[in-house]
Every structure is written in structure tokens, then in C-alpha cells.
């Protein structure tokens, strides 16, 4: 199992190699690498798709700390450094697009271009945060069960998606309590949208316009809030998880930005 030693953490990663331009891509929030699995098997022979499980996610072991997604930036660097790859594309899906901001805002030199999916610069919406508390409560106290899973399939997923079954068995089978330390993390994420100006690599915004768990306007608020954003590509009835559940657009619009 490939495995880097990175800042006291044991992150899983997944490399196709190659010579083409590397692709770092990061995660959703409970979801791990094996989201991108279409990605990999779709942009492989172009591009050098890198993927890995971030800290309490997937098969990466990590510490208990807590720590926040410039942490996470930094896990990312010390990836990239364990691969010897200097320079990369940076991106992913709403929490992989959280630390993709974050480590364009901290390692411009190493930032070739940033892929933003289902994500936004900003803190959770307030209202949503209150449900989201709720539903952490009852995780925590009796576990993902049938009900709640599906709630949280239908959010991060999408409603009544096929690839939601196989999230699900993973969510049953967390131990309950693990879910707090991921959590905290992305309900105290900071709000870097007054910093976008600074990231100067250009990107490209790509989002399902079924996403409700972060709405297209936000999508559109990222891209005008960086300076080189080449346009918001809707990913048509795709809802948070569009890499895992539309691959098809997705990987086209990756190609068209990174072509």
C-alpha cells in the first residue's frame, strides 16, 4: 500500500506516473481517493493524476490533533515532496477544493493551476451548520444508521444515487466518535474569499448544478473573486459529487482547462 511519511501522518496516496503534468486532486468530506477512480482511469494518459486520502479519511493513519485544511495544504506539499514533484495542478472537491485554495495561497511557486469542483472559499452556511450539528449528534451518540446515512448520501452524493451504497457501508462501519475531529475541522475552516486575489494561477471552476450542499452562486462568487478564472463550467443534474457520479463532463472540462 503506497504510503508517505508526512509531517507525523501516514498518508495513502494513489500515483498513475507518467510524464504528463501532475494533477493533484484532494477529496470530498467523508468520501477519500477512490472517488476519483474515473478521473484516474479517464486523464491517466495525459496527465499524472495523484490522489490520497486526507487525515481521517480513507486509509491515511493520522494523529489525533486537531488540525485545520492549512494543515492539510501542508500534508499536500510534503506529498508532493515525497514524489519529487515540484510543480503541480491543484484541486478537488469541496474539502479537496478548501485545501486547494489554501495551498495555492501558501505555495504559489509550486501552484501550476487550480481545478475547484463543488466548492467554495467561504464558512458553512449558517443554517445548513445547525443541521449539520444535528445530524453529527446522532452519528456520534448511535452511529450512521439507516436513516441518517441516507441523509448524508443524498447531500454529499446525491438523492437516490447508485454510488452512494458503497459510501454508506463505509459510513456504518466508522467508529462513531472519529467523526468529530474531521468534523470540527470543516465546520472551523476560516474564510479566504477576501484572499483570492492574491492566487494568480489560473483556474477553472467546475460545478453540478444539483449541488445542495454548496449552491452554484457560490461557485460563480469563487470564480469572480480569483484573477485567473477562465469560467464556471455547469455540470447539468449532477449534484455535490460530480467527479464520482458524472465523470464524463467532468473530465472533459478538466481537459479543456488543462489542454
Request: hydrophobic fraction near 40%; proline fraction near 5%; include cysteine.
Amino acid at each position: 500500500m503506497p504510503v508517505a511519511e508526512v509531517r507525523g501522518q501516514r498518508l495513502y496516496y494513489e500515483d498513475t506516473g507518467g510524464t504528463g503534468t501532475p494533477l493533484a486532486l484532494g477529496h470530498s468530506f467523508l468520501l477519500d481517493a477512490d472517488m476519483f477512480e474515473a478521473q484516474r482511469r479517464g486523464l491517466s494518459g495525459r496527465y499524472r493524476i495523484i490522489t490520497w486520502d486526507q487525515r481521517g479519511h480513507g486509509r491515511t493513519v493520522s494523529t489525533d490533533e486537531p488540525y485545520t485544511y492549512w494543515d492539510s495544504a501542508d500534508d499536500l506539499a510534503g506529498l508532493l515532496d515525497h514524489l519529487a514533484v515540484e510543480r503541480a495542478a491543484v484541486g478537488g472537491q469541496s474539502q479537496g477544493g478548501f485545501v486547494a485554495l489554501r495551498f495555492a495561497l501558501r505555495y504559489p511557486e509550486r501552484t501550476l493551476s487550480l481545478v475547484l469542483i463543488d466548492t467554495q472559499a467561504g464558512r458553512e452556511d449558517p443554517d445548513k451548520a445547525v443541521q449539520y450539528d444535528l445530524m453529527h449528534d446522532v452519528w456520534v451518540s448511535f452511529g450512521a444508521n439507516d436513516q441518517l446515512a441516507g441523509m448524508v448520501a443524498a447531500i454529499i452524493v446525491g438523492n437516490d444515487r447508485p454510488e452512494s451504497a458503497v459510501w454508506v457501508a463505509r459510513w456504518k462501519a466508522r467508529e462513531p466518535r472519529s467523526l468529530t475531529p474531521i468534523y470540527r475541522t470543516l465546520m472551523d475552516r476560516d474564510d479566504v474569499t477576501d484572499r483570492l486575489a492574491e492566487i494568480r494561477a489560473p483556474a477553472v471552476v467546475i460545478h453540478g448544478t444539483e449541488d445542495v450542499a454548496i449552491d452554484i452562486s457560490l461557485a460563480e462568487k469563487l470564480c469572480a473573486g480569483l484573477p485567473g478564472c477562465r469560467g464556471v463550467v455547469r455540470i447539468e443534474g449532477a449534484g455535490h459529487a460530480s467527479p464520482l457520479t458524472h465523470p464524463g463532463p467532468v473530465n472533459e472540462a478538466i481537459e479543456g482547462f488543462l489542454g
